[in-house]
């Protein structure tokens, strides 16, 4: 069994940074690859960046590319996700997901375990 807490969400204003965290406990074998997926009012979740163990990252979206940073902290089981220059689009709850496999994956019906959620709200 794995458990997932993801922090960080918060009201930001339009080009404002915030830095969420995913916090991984149980079997390490059960989150090898972690994926941060979002999920805006009225609209289907999509993936937004996956990073497996060894650190290799994926980006789901050319509108995250450059302005998000997924990255990996394997003493701490913690898997963050550095988002700058947020506009209104990037308002959603987002998500953390683990699965066992080491490959990473947009599809959400990939991933094994997931956390509550975090709000991020971008607004002026």
């Known amino acids: 069994q794995v458990q997932l807490v993801e922090s960080g969400g918060a009201l930001v204003q339009p080009g404002g940074s915030l830095r969420l965290s995913c916090a991984a406990s149980?079997?390490?074998?059960?989150?090898?690859?972690i994926g941060w997926f979002r999920q805006a009012p009225g609209k289907e979740r999509e993936g937004v960046s996956c990073?497996?163990?060894?650190?290799?990252?994926?980006y789901y979206k050319d509108s995250m590319k450059g302005r998000f940073t997924i990255s990996r902290d394997n003493g701490k089981n913690t898997v963050y996700l550095q988002m700058n220059s947020l506009t209104p689009e990037d308002t959603a709850v987002y998500y953390c997901?683990?699965?066992?496999?080491?490959?990473?994956?947009?599809?959400?019906?990939?991933?094994?375990?997931w956390g509550r959620g975090t709000q991020v709200t971008v607004s002026s």
């Open positions: 997901a683990s699965r066992t496999s080491y490959a990473c994956s947009d599809n959400e019906m990939d991933f094994d375990y």
């Open positions: 149980g079997s390490r074998a059960d989150y090898y690859a």
């Open positions: 990073i497996r163990s060894s650190g290799g990252t994926t």
